[in-house]
């Protein structure tokens, strides 16, 4: 079931204190629709992840917080259940994959926050179990969870504020949580409006799934865009995004690298991959004409790499 307008709107005020009402700018440059870029890589945390991290601890009974919070990510919602946990004074446990960048793990760490590594294997198990062994807290889930969700749809509710004639957004895919949070407002509120999932080739469950009308299960290979991409879609997942969403688009490694390159030079805004994704699949035409909002759902690139990608 989608997040109702009453749960989105309660995440925003629960959210107001922590998290930013990020930017909408137009990204400078020729493409075949005009194309807009919702930074929430300017979020405290880099990320949008803050946004479900915040109005799930905004909704979640003191008392069951006070032994802890545990959550799995490859980073960016590490960093806001390790944000908001050192907000309310309590430790924050995070399963993160052996994939992981550095600067995510770093930045986590300089939060407070507890990093265990792991293969990928046993990471993606965590989603699964919701628990890990020997850690007693408080799972919060980076997206199958309607709290997250709700305060992901936040960002719809400005995007409507701020262009209320958009005609498509284009959102990264990682588990969903953050395209169908969004996608279920505007299909409420503006359901005109087309709703894109953006993939990148070496990760792009939903794609093949939506293609065979049923969860499937694809070849994985870690690469620069380490905020999404998995091996299977959850099954309640797929449904939502069948529900909610037009479709997926998938990106090369190339188009993405171009993406982050290009933002860079147009805005002088530093994105990491996943954003890039959404970016490409923009400049691809793919998501159509008018006014398309690509969502910047974070920034945490380590810089040399970044400066690799874009030499």
């Known amino acids: 079931m989608p997040v109702t307008l009453a749960q989105v709107e309660e995440a925003r005020r629960n959210i107001a204190p922590i998290a930013l009402r990020t930017p909408l700018v137009a990204l400078n440059a020729e493409a075949p629709a005009a194309i ?15 946004r479900g991290a915040a109005n799930v601890m905004a909704r979640t009974p003191r008392q069951k917080l006070e032994r802890g919070v545990l959550t799995a990510s490859a980073g960016n919602m590490a960093q806001g259940v390790a944000f908001c946990a050192r907000r309310l004074g309590i430790p924050a446990t995070i399963v993160a994959p052996d994939t992981a960048p550095q600067t995510k793990i770093r930045a986590v760490e300089r939060m407070g926050g ?17 628990t890990y062994p020997g850690v007693d807290a408080t799972f919060i889930h980076a997206f199958d969870d309607l709290d997250v969700m709700a305060g992901n749809g936040t960002i719809a509710l400005e995007l409507l504020e701020d262009l209320p004639d958009l005609d498509a957004v284009v959102i990264p895919w990682g588990g969903g949580g953050l395209s169908c ?9 503006a359901p005109r409006v087309r709703v894109f999932a953006a993939e990148i080739e070496t990760a792009a469950p939903l794609a093949a799934s ?9 070849d994985y ?8 991409g998995s091996k299977v879609v959850f099954r309640n997942m797929f449904e939502l995004a069948e529900e909610l969403l037009d479709g997926s688009l998938v990106v090369t490694l190339q188009e993405a690298a171009a993406a982050m390159k290009l933002v860079a030079e147009r805005n002088r ?38 400066a690799q990608l874009c030499a």
């Open 36 to 50: 807009h870029l919702k930074l929430e890589n300017l979020q405290p945390i880099g990320s949008f992840k803050i």
């Open 114 to 130: 507890r990093v265990i590594q792991v293969p990928f294997a046993d990471w993606w198990r965590t989603f699964e179990t919701r």
């Open 181 to 189: 949070g969004i996608a279920a407002v505007l299909r409420k509120l």
């Open 210 to 218: 939506m293609a065979a009308g049923e969860p499937r299960t694809v």
């Open 221 to 228: 290979t870690p690469s620069f865009v380490d905020g999404i």
């Open 269 to 306: 805004v530093i994105i990491e991959g996943a954003s890039a994704c959404a970016v490409a699949a923009a400049m691809s035409g793919r998501a159509g004409g008018g006014k398309v909002v690509a969502i910047v759902s974070g920034g945490n690139i380590d810089l040399s790499k970044f």
